[in-house]
């Protein structure tokens, strides 16, 4: 057991409070979930944030509000259709999970929303933070959101002898600071708090630059006033990033691209000399399609090219492949899956759009064009009514679509 005394403390509590409220007052963001109290709102815009930042989520909200305005409108709905309005939020669990528990909400519960911490953490893909954040914000439940930004406010403003902080292993540290988050929230503005901390993390008091001279809490600051501001919390050891190659097949037919199903393997082929990173994508992107892509192969250097291998793997009718028909390179992007540094090339090939396309390749089982009913999975697909992808493959094709190629 750990005692925080006398470790942390809080300098001028009250005062602090106030003046970190008012600074929150004042620079608080007019975003669309804060203009009413709804609870399903808040919760959606919640699990949106989670990983991803506010002007990323804010459009996303505001198309998913459209078109699930009401958790039973959002229980109601086929899971393929909350991951195509998800479709370049990325982390797909999160949609997967606020699907699933508003179908708990509707279901088990009468459509009535948890109205405790406690309930809302019983539902699935709601941890700590979002129940925290969640409750304290639409049900003003005196509860702690503590995020890494507003984790690292709070050790800063805390811990008062750095020294000994920084002896304490990693859970330690935590646990410390959580409990000092859940003993500082105040009663009468919980969600303000919890919001003020975060967004003060978030823009004054950076993990690397801590702009203290503007921070509206520094006279209340252990790190600032004793100088100390970088060593809490202790600077993490890098984890150093994979070069990774990855060759994406982009094949297009009149107004159609061909994709793949969820947890479809790489295309074959052999690299020699390379050492193959992975090639088994079933857990990749649960639920998501793809465009077809080579295994991850270590290095950003391109391997030689395997086109006959690709073209049998496809298999389609010769009469679609134009004499000079060939892959092309159309261009390169980056991304990022957690220490992996991936270089996806997207290799093009355009199939002849005079000649009619196979039925089993464009035509779906229950009419909608979104099931495929080719025995292989693959599937032309509309782009403009296409089945969720994933933020791999959406990159690839944002990519096509703003350069124009
Ligand atoms: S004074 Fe500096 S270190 Fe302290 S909370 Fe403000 S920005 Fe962070």
Redesign the pocket.
Known sequence: MIDPQPTCSAIGRPVLTANLLSWYADIKRDLPWRDSCDLYGIWVSEIMLQQTTVQTVVPFWQRFMERFPTVQALAAAAETDVLALWSGLGYYSRARNLHAAARVVVHQWEGEMPSSREQWQSLPGIGPYASGAIASIGLLERVPAVDANARR?LA??AVAQPAEFAGLNPAQQQKMIDDLGADWVPADSPGDWNQALME?GAL??GARR???PE?P??NH?H??QGQW?EQVPPPKTPTAAVPVWVGQLLVTWRDRILLVPPASPPVPGSFPGRKTLRADFGKLHPGLWGLPMTPWLAGHQTPPWQSEAWRSWLDLPEKLWPSSAAFRVAGHFRHGITKYRMRVEVLQLDLDPRQEMPARWVESETGSNRIPKAKQGLFFAPRSARPPVSKLTDKGLHFQEDTGV
């Open positions: 406010v800063r403003l003060l004054l008091c801590a702009h203290c921070c809490v520094r600051c790190a600032w501001v």
